[in-house]
């Protein structure tokens, strides 16, 4: 029985250890507790939430400099969020497209 409790003490403690920081309401010492966000990118995203909230990752890449999608994924998974959603990246739909003046790949029967 005791072993049941510690264990789920040990688990609620964890669970509060990490917390999400959502970019909108965070001030300089959460961004800067997120791994990879230092006090020179926490300033830029104060200065830039200055003239609005972000209003989703899309919005957040697409306004602060230095961040894409493979940097938002990595901060995602540090405990940043946007309006208190994780990034989810969005896949590229790769289609078959035959580019221009190539020969499909198929080979041409002989006759």
Same mark, same amino acid.
């Given at each position: 029985?005791?072993?049941?409790?510690?264990?789920?003490?040990?688990?609620?403690? #964890? #669970? +509060? #250890?990490?917390?999400?920081?959502?970019? /909108?309401?965070? /001030?300089?010492?959460?961004?800067?507790?997120?791994?990879?966000?230092?006090?020179?990118?926490?300033?830029?995203?104060?200065?830039?939430?200055?003239?609005? &909230?972000?209003?989703?990752?899309?919005?957040?890449?697409? =306004?602060?400099?230095?961040?894409?999608?493979? =940097?938002?994924? &990595?901060?995602?998974?540090?405990?940043? +969020? $946007? /309006?208190?959603?994780?990034?989810?990246?969005?896949?590229?739909?790769?289609?078959? $497209?035959?580019?221009?003046?190539?020969?499909?790949?198929?080979?041409?029967?002989?006759?």
């Amino acid at each position: 029985m005791y072993k049941k409790l510690l264990s789920l003490f040990i688990a609620g403690f #964890a #669970a +509060t #250890a990490f917390a999400a920081v959502d970019v /909108n309401t965070a /001030n300089p010492a959460d961004l800067d507790s997120i791994k990879g966000i230092g006090p020179g990118t926490s300033t830029k995203i104060l200065e830039v939430r200055k003239s609005g &909230k972000f209003k989703d990752w899309a919005d957040l890449i697409e =306004r602060m400099p230095g961040i894409g999608e493979k =940097r938002a994924a &990595k901060l995602s998974a540090e405990g940043l +969020t $946007v /309006n208190g959603e994780a990034f989810k990246p969005v896949a590229a739909a790769k289609s078959p $497209v035959e580019k221009p003046g190539k020969a499909s790949a198929a080979p041409v029967p002989k006759q």
